[in-house]
């Protein structure tokens, strides 16, 4: 069983930047796939980002990136296979970016930015004003 933390979440201004981190108590290199999604009361989960850490199924090549287009060009996704972690630095904040933000592990099937992954933070919150 894979346990994800997530860290970083904090209340900025609009324009500022937050840097969010997701520990993993596995070897994050040994996972085909983690991503960032996000999630506002009333709206369901959204994929932000991912990043492939080992070739799989749908995504044969380790460390491509994918980021929503609405995030595209301010959110950057990486990952630190020496502490088990990911990381998604986020710039140019603004308001719709405030959400609760959730570390995923272990894309089963489909798409990144689809939630078939097994394992689950309990997420980091995030706002923007």
């Known amino acids: 069983h894979v346990q994800l933390v997530e860290s970083g979440g904090d209340s900025v201004q609009a324009g500022g930047s937050l840097r969010l981190s997701c520990t993993a108590s596995?070897?994050?290199?040994?996972?085909?796939?983690m991503g960032w999604f996000r999630q506002v009361p009333g709206k369901e989960r959204e994929g932000v980002a991912a990043?492939?850490?080992?070739?799989?199924?749908?995504?044969?090549?380790?460390?491509?990136?994918y980021a929503a287009d609405a995030v595209k060009g301010r959110f950057i996704i990486s990952q630190d296979n020496a502490k088990n972690m990911v990381h998604l630095q986020m710039n140019s904040l603004k308001p719709d970016d405030t959400a609760m933000y959730y570390c995923?592990?272990?894309?089963?099937?489909?798409?990144?930015?689809?939630?078939?992954?097994?394992?689950w933070g309990r997420g980091t919150q995030v706002t923007v004003s």
């Open positions: 990043i492939v850490l080992r070739g799989g199924h749908t995504y044969p090549n380790a460390g491509s990136t």
């Open positions: 995923a592990a272990a894309l089963r099937r489909g798409n990144w930015y689809e939630p078939n992954y097994n394992y």
């Open positions: 596995v070897d994050t290199g040994s996972e085909y796939c």
